[in-house]
């Protein structure tokens, strides 16, 4: 008897590129492994409204709402599923093509996504702000506010990461996937971290 599908909860910002690497990773996993992942919102934002960063951090951060808030009205509005393909259509621009986080931006990937234009309205909206913080302490509260985004959620089991450069491809995907499921599966397993000397490479 064929086993079911496993799914994997993803929690994005869809500013962050950390997150946006991870993402696609999970794309080229479901081409090899028997999982669906499903996308959910985290603010990166929200997250450091009250922490200690750099200037230049906060500066950025301050134009992190409108695309989260337009990702938010639109799962409220069309249903969570909207997610995968608008998530896919703000990445390509704010990553892969460098394009700045604005509203003639944001009107493009909502028709490229088959989405309404006027759902950015939202970028400057509160309206879906209490389903924004819903949705970001449900993941972030399964791995602790002293990490970001991507935070992956697989059978009962959070965790934040992985953060990786280039987007592994095909079965070296599926093998990432693999050990991360190990790891993640060992009572007690926390961490394991090394320096980072590598800026995210969106190919």
């Not at 696609?24 to 200690?52: A, G, I, P």
């Not at 709402?65 to 599923?81: L, N």
């Amino acid at each position: 008897m064929a086993q079911s599908r496993a799914t994997a909860d993803f929690w994005f910002d869809p500013t962050c590129p950390w997150a946006w690497m991870a993402s696609r990773w999970m794309k080229e996993v479901e081409q090899v492994r028997d999982v669906d992942t499903r996308f959910h919102l985290m603010s990166l934002t929200y997250l450091n409204e009250d922490k200690d960063i750099p200037d230049d951090y906060r500066e950025r951060l301050s134009t992190a709402w409108g695309p989260v808030r337009v990702c938010m009205a639109a799962a409220k509005r069309h249903g969570d599923e909207v997610l995968d393909r608008l998530y896919t259509e703000l990445g390509t621009r704010f990553h892969n093509e460098g394009q700045e986080r604005t509203r003639q931006t944001i009107e493009a990937a909502l028709t490229a996504a088959g989405l309404p234009v006027g759902l950015a309205d939202a970028m400057e909206s509160t309206e879906y702000d209490d389903a924004l913080k819903k949705s970001h302490h449900e993941g972030m509260d399964q791995v602790g506010m002293e990490v970001g985004t991507p935070v992956i959620s697989v059978e009962g089991v959070a965790f934040f990461g992985p953060v990786v450069t280039p987007i592994p491809r095909g079965e070296e995907a599926g093998r990432l996937w693999d050990g991360v499921r190990l790891v993640a599966g060992v009572d007690g397993f926390y961490e394991l971290k090394r320096s980072r000397d590598a800026e995210p490479t969106f190919d």
